[in-house]
RNA sequence: GCCGACUUAGCUCAGUGGUAGAGCACUCGCUUCACACGCGAUAGGCCACAAGUUCGAAUCUUGUAGUCGGCACCA
């Protein structure tokens, strides 16, 4: 078999997903045990409008390694994948392209044709992000595929919107909203970022007090007002003061001496001919700016409570791109609100008005989108009521503590703080790409909420309805995945993205894990908590993984601004698939980490030194097959009884694959996938190929059948381990391993498709597990090491075998004389010479190895006696230091004490261990002078 | 302002009461018949700082400093 000297990752992972996906292995229907437990994921459903990041690849690739991994444990495996409509970004990006292309606007041609329009981009462009979900690798059921936008999630909508609002817990209002003037819709709290604002200003207006006013003259107001009383102003202090147009109130604290006598009294509004009262409210802080505030309830939160409690007219004076309405005067209608900033402040200026310009830091509510400052506004909208959905979260966090989030600091607590302050919830929005709010109006204004027309019209009596044109909150319809997409509210057939099974529901939800960033905790893991105990009655999942945030390689968050972003695909055509996975998974869970290439780049060696593992072996394997296994007991018993006697080796590299087994099994348990990467490297590098390897080289390339089956049986089961990580080296290899027999399957899958992905998952035998071979095998590595330092000190050529003395007991003695072959060959030396004492030339080479024993190696002519003196005396000092430590602590009486025996036992013997090696390489350092 | 996390080898990061670890980089050697995306051998850290608890602290507690994040913000 020809085999490439170096791994190409492209040539793989083009070979294998195709069939993996058309054979229907990523199908839970594959697994045809009916006692199979079942295990599902849903993915967190990319925007449709969107493309690849490095954050998707890390949530991917950690749901798959699960997912693979679960699936090789026997488990009826469901990995849902999806998207989202993304209302906002996809509806701006198709009015985008209308423009440019057929030079158009959405209103100009309607919404049907809009909306159809949407359809028509998504159906030819929103296949990007799965094509790049394919090339990830990753194991989802795409005959399972779903869309928020599609039927069956839809009827999902509109029946939880319908009974959420029969109970009360959806209701329509006028509020204070977030608005985004370019977008032109209202956003809820989550999708407000506050940000500092470059050049905060605090504007001090001076309002002129009613009755004061007839003294003032425009025109000479320049001049300071003279006598009579202090208060013909009052001053407030303002970040926007454009907003003043809209004022209807100037409020004091009722405590506030300095504006006692104004109460009741009221302002000639400058700029306008209205007229507004000075009222007293506990709200105001007396300390800060002035002690008084102008109130603008239709265009702030705060005011709107005081307007509210005062009964003030709400005036509205700006549209909805934020210019100014016919409400702000005829001077200022049509400015955009910075304009009328200016505009305002020049007034004021001219009337003598503007007291003073502060500098001030001020954090102003931007749009996460577009990033447009948000215009608090007041606005009628329909809004989800949180107070019992939190209860109902916030009972299960009590109660059950769950979900139970992976790592649990800091998120358990952020969770539940977030839950516990949560205000409702806005969740109209003012586009047509989404799902249309089923509520529809009649001719007086009367809201009839229904899951069709039909029942609005049977309800209202009338057909002369108009149903509502907001659309839901993408998040509404989002909330609801871990079940919509499992087909509660569904139907067969219809129009779907994939198909509908009745039994899914039952089967898989709740969910097992969900994997998701920190960023949406917030937006979407509590929402989907709260809609999953409402309407199916249980938890969506037990547990929340949140994964880390990649940096860039300065540590800097990702982002289009500073277009520091890596793009995954690069790296995949970089380094393979597969790497990009190992160094994603190899992050500690729930970490950020700052991306280095260097990273990939490892696992990309990594790659390649288990392809050229493999093909050394192959390259050997005349006659020699993978044999089933792991043996049972009985085998190993029968072999025994053959007179088969395992290798050191053999027994070695056995018992370190069940032990890495466990321990990565133990690690995927609590989603701690580095230290599962960790395992699988270095039993693979280090243990595998470094060791296993090299010790039997020479009885395969004598050609060895035996030898060679081993070699690759473990190979076989070490790959299996490492698929869930590296699913396209492994399945390319695994294919090409001789003897690959059905029998290997996994007993769950009836079909016996060649594939690793179906095999068994190596759990760890104990039986295999061997001490002893695992002590003596440590032997014989201290002893090469030593033997090969030995050889760098003195510089030995690699072409110059050596002798290699050793002295010890009986006990150690036999196992370096069980080995000799390969500690010759991996030492490099040509005898040895076992016997409890050395008896070897001065020239020789000292050191000395664990358990009493000594080596020596004669360098007659080689040596170099000064450096050998070094040497010893490097080592010598280190042991010392260490000795130092442990005679420290073995002198202090407290510690002899109160520490554990066990403890104590332990640093005795070392301790012995330690002086013994220090003396015997003492009195070598002596023999040289 | 409130809450939280982090600070370990040159870099990126593991570890979490009992001898400090990895990968990469560095140094030295190697055309050793799977692999130079390699092999072999080294070197490198009072685990941010200070105090406390303990026989024992990188690990627990408290404080300080720096970095980052979340939440809330008074016009």
């Known amino acids: 078999m020809e085999i490439p000297k170096a791994y190409d990752p492209s040539q793989a992972e083009e070979n294998h997903y195709a069939r993996w996906e058309s054979s229907g292995f990523f199908a839970p229907e594959i697994n045809e045990d009916p006692n199979a437990e079942p295990f599902s994921i849903v993915i967190p459903p990319p925007n449709v409008t969107g493309t690849l990041h490095m954050g998707h690849a890390l949530q991917h690739t950690l749901m798959d390694v699960l997912t693979r991994w679960k699936r090789m444990l026997g488990y009826r495996t469901l990995f849902l994948v999806g998207v989202d409509h993304a209302g906002i970004s996809t509806q701006l990006m198709v009015t985008r392209q209308l423009k440019k292309e057929e030079h158009n606007n959405p209103k100009d041609i309607g919404r049907e044709a809009f909306t159809a329009k949407v359809w028509e981009w998504k159906n030819k462009y929103g296949c990007e992000i799965t094509r790049q979900i394919r090339r990830e690798g990753l194991s989802v059921d795409w005959t399972r595929e779903r869309f928020t936008m599609e039927e069956n999630l839809s009827r999902a909508v509109r029946e939880v919107f319908v009974r ?31 940000e500092k604002a470059k050049d905060g200003k605090l504007y001090y207006l001076k309002y002129p007090v009613k009755s004061f006013e007839s003294r003032l ?143 001030y830091d001020v954090t102003l509510p931007h749009c996460e989108r577009c990033k447009t400052v948000i215009e608090p506004l007041l606005s009628e909208q329909w809004f989800v009521k949180m107070d019992e959905m939190r209860d109902l979260a916030l009972n299960l966090m009590r109660e059950e503590a769950l979900p139970h989030f992976f790592p649990e600091v800091p998120h358990k607590k952020v969770y539940t703080t977030w839950l516990e302050n949560l205000r409702d919830w806005t969740i109209s929005r003012q586009l047509w790409w989404g799902h249309q709010i089923p509520a529809w109006y009649d001719a007086d204004g009367n809201v009839y909420v229904a899951r069709t027309k039909e029942e609005a019209f049977e309800q209202a009596g009338t057909q002369d309805l108009t149903q509502d044109q907001d659309v839901l909150d993408t998040w509404f319809s989002s909330a609801l995945w871990p079940f919509s997409t499992l087909g509660w509210m569904s139907e067969p057939g219809g129009v779907a993205t994939g198909e509908f099974h009745a039994s899914d529901l039952e089967t898989f939800y709740p969910t097992n894990v969900l994997v998701t960033g920190r960023d949406i905790i917030f937006l979407w893991v509590s929402r989907m908590v709260m809609t999953g105990l409402k309407f199916m009655g249980e938890k969506p999942f037990d547990d929340v993984i949140i994964h880390g945030t990649v940096l860039d390689k300065n540590g800097q968050r990702m982002s289009k601004t500073k277009n520091n972003g890596i793009d995954p695909l690069d790296v995949f055509a970089k380094y393979g698939v597969d790497a990009t996975r190992m160094a994603l998974a190899g992050s500690a869970t729930g970490v950020d980490f700052a991306w280095r290439d260097e990273r990939v780049e490892s696992f990309r060696n990594f790659s390649n030194k288990i392809w050229n593992a493999t093909r050394f072996a192959l390259m050997n394997s005349e006659g020699a097959t993978v044999q089933n296994s792991p043996p049972s007991e009985g085998e190993v018993a029968a072999a025994s009884a053959d007179g088969v006697v395992l290798s050191l080796p053999d027994r070695w590299i056995s018992s370190r694959l069940n032990k890495t087994a466990k321990a990565v099994n133990r690690a995927l348990e609590t989603y701690q996938f580095h230290e599962a990467v960790q395992l699988l490297y270095h039993f693979f590098w280090d243990d595998f190929c470094d060791w296993y390897i090299e010790l039997k080289k020479d009885e395969i390339t004598a050609g060895d059948i035996e030898s060679s089956s081993r070699i690759l049986t473990i190979l076989e089961q070490a790959l299996r381990l490492l698929h869930p990580f590296m699913p396209f080296l492994t399945e390319e290899l695994w294919q090409k391993l001789p003897g690959i027999s059905n029998q290997l399957h996994n007993q769950a899958y009836g079909k016996a498709e060649q594939t ?52 010890g007991l009986k006990e150690i003695q036999s196992i370096f004389a069980a080995n000799e072959a390969q500690i010759k060959k991996l030492a490099r030396a040509d005898n040895i010479v076992l016997a409890e004492k050395l008896e070897v030339p001065k020239a020789s080479a000292r050191a000395v190895l664990t358990g009493n024993a000594e080596i020596a190696v004669p360098l007659e002519g080689l040596i170099d006696f000064e450096k050998e003196r070094e040497r010893l005396q490097g080592q010598i000092e280190k042991l010392d230091v260490e000795l130092q430590r442990l005679n420290g602590q073995l002198s202090n009486k407290n510690f002899v004490d109160k520490a554990p025996e066990e403890k104590v036992k332990e640093l005795r013997d070392r301790k012995a261990e330690i002086e013994n090696q220090s003396a015997t390489l003492g009195l070598n350092l002596e023999a040289l002078n």
Request: proline share 4%; glycine share 6%.
């Open 217 to 359: 003259q425009p025109a000479s107001a320049a001049a300071p007002p003279e006598g009579g009383t202090q208060n013909k102003f009052i001053t407030v202090a303002t970040t926007r003061p454009e907003t003043m147009l809209g004022d209807t109130a100037v409020a004091v604290n009722p405590e506030d001496e300095r504006y006692k006598d104004l109460i009741g009294k009221t302002i000639a509004l400058p700029l306008t001919n209205r007229e507004i009262p000075i009222i007293a409210d506990e709200y105001v802080e007396s300390e800060f700016g002035t002690g008084a505030v102008k109130i603008t309830p239709a265009h702030d939160a705060n005011d709107w409570e005081i307007g509210e409690r005062h009964d003030l007219e709400k005036l509205v004076i700006m549209n909805d791109d934020a210019t100014m309405n016919s409400a702000a005067g005829k001077d200022f209608e049509g400015l955009d609100r910075f304009e009328a900033r200016t505009k305002v402040i020049e007034e004021f200026e001219k009337l003598g008005l503007l007291e003073k310009i502060e500098d």
């Open 164 to 194: 959420l609002y029969e109970e009360g817990w959806i209701y329509r209002g006028t509020r204070i909203v977030n608005w985004c003037p370019k977008d032109k819709t209202v956003l809820s709290d989550l999708e407000v970022k506050e």
């Open 756 to 807: 690793i992905m179906l095999t068994t998952f190596p759990t760890g035998d104990d039986s295999l597990i061997d001490e002893a071979a695992e002590s003596e095998m440590a032997s014989v590595i201290e002893l090469i090491t030593k033997v090969r330092n030995i050889r760098a000190e003195m510089n030995i050529k690699s072409g110059d075998r050596l002798a290699i003395h050793v002295a």
